[in-house]
Every structure is written in structure tokens, then in C-alpha cells.
């Protein structure tokens, strides 16, 4: 007769809490990635379908109503729901609209974290709560206008995704003198891809998307890397083996690169998002303007939100974006 074998109880209990432990480790990080997966596809079709509606249209500036006393408190405001209910519903599918005062009803939540997990910061609610340096005074005024601090509206997408719009009635187009990030910049969205749902947190479900330019607008939606890179550099060095803006977005990650002009334009305007730029702050964008010893790029300042032509070999931050 053969003898019969098998695992005792004690073996397959044994086992089984293994096999839960290991579960208990990795499913967690994998989920995160699962959800992160799906987070960047879903930021790039936002993107694309905002890109694509903006893209209809003829103007970007001068919707709604926006007026101040000799103090300079808003006596009227319908700058940002006007924007959504006259020129972006026309062109692009929206649920519901939700005035100022009111944007949790479009499941805007009250609270955020920064992209850096660091600060949970109240949702911004007006201009100057999403980055008070785009009313610092700094920038030109006269023909192109002051930013104004006009309240956010809100809308809701058929996909579910729940958007923050803030607006800039008085925004200029690429072509005048001045070089003002401030500006340029026409309309602002902040979305949460998932409403007052989890983890509501800046680079995850939270995000930002740029149109800058009053005409032949452009359209960002830059994802920024969490740190900026550890030390300043020049955006060109000729010296072998030197660290320059590009390799060192490299150096942090393959899927890693340098912000065009316009993305960066983008990180200054939601820098408090993103935990990003000290008051004396310029970062390096890629755009370049020309090559060789005497090369030029263009540069961004976090605090007066001017952007310029600036020699290469100078030293400058280095924030990186995901591709």
C-alpha cells in the first residue's frame, strides 16, 4: 500500500497568512498605480476636448460684467459664469453651471492638497485666492488692463468631472509689448476628475489647464513633477559632463522634461497648487529663442509673473514636468 501526503491545516494556515501579507503589501501600491493610470488618461481627454471647444472660439475676453469702487472691492461680477454660459456652453457639452458662492454644488470640494502632499489648502474661490502675485501689481498696465479678481464659477462635465473656472475678462492677446504671464492669461480651470471623491489632492485627481491669449489661444494642461531639481543651472552649457535645465529633468526621470514657455506661464499662475516659487524664483523654460555661446531662452518670474528673453548661460530653478 502507498502511504498518503498532503498538506496539514497548520501548513495551508500558514500559507494563507503569507499569501495575505504579501497581498496586504503590494495591492495597496498597486492600486495607487492602477488609479494614477487612469488619472493621466483621463487629464490628457479633458485636455484634448477643452483644447478643442477653446479652439472654436473667437475671442477669449470681454464676457460678463466686472466692475470696482475707488476701493477696489467688486461692486459687480459675472465675469466667470457669463464665460461658461455664453461662450463655453456654446461649444462644449456642460451639465450644470454653478454661479460664485456655490461651486460645491458642482462638486468642487472645500479642501485640496498640494501637489507636493505637504499643505491641505482651502479651494480657491476668486483670483487672488488662486495666486495673489496675478494681482501684485507688478505687471504692465494701460492697453493690455489689470487682472481682474473676478469670482470662480463651476460646471460639471458629462464625463463627472468637476471644474473650477477662473476668468480674466481683460486678457491680451500674444501679440502686445509686454512679456506679463499675468496677462495673458484669459481663463484658468482647475478640475477635480472625480468630484469631492478622494484623495482630492493636486497631481493626482486634482489638476489645472491654461488658456492664455485673448485670440489664436493656446492651451496647456501641464502635470508637474512634485520637486524641483536639487540645485540651480544654466538652460545651455558647452562645458562636458555640466548639468544644464534639459539633462537635468533626465537625470530625475526618462519620462521627465523641460515646460515650454507657456506650460511654465501655466505653474506660476497655479504656483500655490503646487507649492512652487520663492518670492525672488526664475525657473527656465525650454522654449529657446536662439543657439550658440550667446543663446537666449525664455525664463519665468514666480513673483512678478514677467517672462523673459534670457541669456542661457545664466543659472535658473529647474521644475520639470511629466510627459
Known amino acids: 500500500m502507498k502511504k498518503k501526503t498532503g498538506f496539514t491545516l497548520a501548513e495551508i494556515l500558514i500559507t494563507l497568512a503569507i499569501i495575505g501579507i504579501v497581498a496586504a503589501i503590494t495591492l495597496p501600491s498597486l492600486l495607487v498605480n492602477?488609479?494614477?493610470?487612469?488619472?493621466?488618461?483621463?487629464?490628457?481627454?479633458?485636455?484634448?476636448?477643452?483644447?478643442?471647444?477653446?479652439?472654436?472660439?473667437?475671442?477669449?475676453?470681454?464676457?460678463?460684467?466686472?466692475?470696482?469702487?475707488?476701493?477696489?472691492?467688486?461692486?459687480?461680477?459675472?465675469?466667470?459664469?457669463?464665460?461658461?454660459?455664453?461662450?463655453?456652453?456654446?461649444?462644449?457639452?456642460?451639465?450644470?453651471?454653478?454661479?460664485?458662492?456655490?461651486?460645491?454644488?458642482?462638486g468642487i470640494p472645500s479642501k485640496i492638497t498640494t501637489l507636493d502632499a505637504v499643505s491641505e489648502i482651502n479651494f480657491p474661490t476668486k483670483m487672488k485666492e488662486l495666486n495673489a502675485n496675478l494681482l501684485n501689481g507688478l505687471?504692465?498696465?494701460?492697453?493690455?488692463?489689470?487682472?481682474?479678481?473676478?469670482?470662480?464659477?463651476?460646471?460639471?462635465?458629462?464625463?463627472?468631472?468637476?471644474?473650477?473656472?477662473?476668468?480674466?475678462?481683460?486678457?491680451?492677446?500674444?501679440?502686445?509689448?509686454?512679456?506679463?504671464?499675468?496677462?495673458?492669461?484669459?481663463?484658468?480651470?482647475?478640475?477635480?476628475?472625480?468630484?469631492?471623491?478622494?484623495?482630492?489632492q493636486v497631481g493626482k485627481d486634482v489638476g489645472f489647464i491654461t488658456a492664455f491669449y485673448n485670440k489664436s489661444p493656446v492651451v496647456v494642461a501641464p502635470i508637474p513633477y512634485n520637486t524641483d531639481y536639487t540645485s540651480t543651472v544654466k538652460q545651455y552649457t558647452e562645458t562636458s559632463g555640466q548639468i544644464d535645465a534639459p539633462t537635468a529633468c533626465k537625470t530625475m526621470g526618462e519620462d521627465l522634461r523641460l515646460p515650454d514657455r507657456d506650460?511654465?506661464?501655466?505653474?506660476?499662475?497655479?504656483?500655490?497648487?503646487?507649492?512652487?516659487?520663492?518670492?525672488?524664483?526664475?525657473?527656465?523654460?525650454?522654449?529657446?529663442?536662439?543657439?550658440?555661446?550667446?543663446?537666449?531662452?525664455?525664463?519665468?518670474?514666480?513673483?512678478?509673473?514677467?517672462?523673459?528673453?534670457?541669456?542661457?548661460?545664466?543659472t535658473r530653478y529647474v521644475r520639470c514636468l511629466r510627459r
Open 139 to 200: 505687471h504692465v498696465t494701460g492697453e493690455d488692463g489689470d487682472v481682474a479678481d473676478t469670482k470662480a464659477a463651476a460646471f460639471e462635465t458629462v464625463n463627472g468631472e468637476s471644474i473650477a473656472v477662473f476668468y480674466n475678462p481683460l486678457c491680451s492677446s500674444d501679440t502686445t509689448a509686454n512679456h506679463y504671464a499675468q496677462n495673458k492669461m484669459c481663463v484658468n480651470f482647475v478640475y477635480d476628475l472625480n468630484g469631492e471623491e478622494g484623495p482630492n
Open 34 to 106: 492602477v488609479n494614477e493610470k487612469a488619472w493621466d488618461a483621463q487629464k490628457k481627454a479633458l485636455h484634448a476636448r477643452l483644447a478643442q471647444a477653446i479652439g472654436q472660439m473667437n475671442t477669449l475676453g470681454g464676457y460678463g460684467t466686472y466692475t470696482e469702487d475707488a476701493e477696489g472691492t467688486a461692486t459687480a461680477d459675472t465675469a466667470a459664469e457669463s464665460f461658461i454660459l455664453d461662450a463655453l456652453s456654446k461649444v462644449y457639452k456642460i451639465n450644470n453651471v454653478c454661479g460664485p458662492d456655490k461651486l460645491s454644488s458642482c
Open 263 to 314: 506650460e511654465l506661464a501655466s505653474l506660476f499662475v497655479n504656483a500655490p497648487l503646487i507649492n512652487l516659487g520663492e518670492s525672488t524664483s526664475v525657473y527656465w523654460s525650454g522654449s529657446v529663442i536662439s543657439l550658440g555661446t550667446s543663446g537666449i531662452a525664455w525664463a519665468q518670474n514666480f513673483n512678478t509673473g514677467g517672462r523673459g528673453r534670457t541669456y542661457r548661460s545664466l
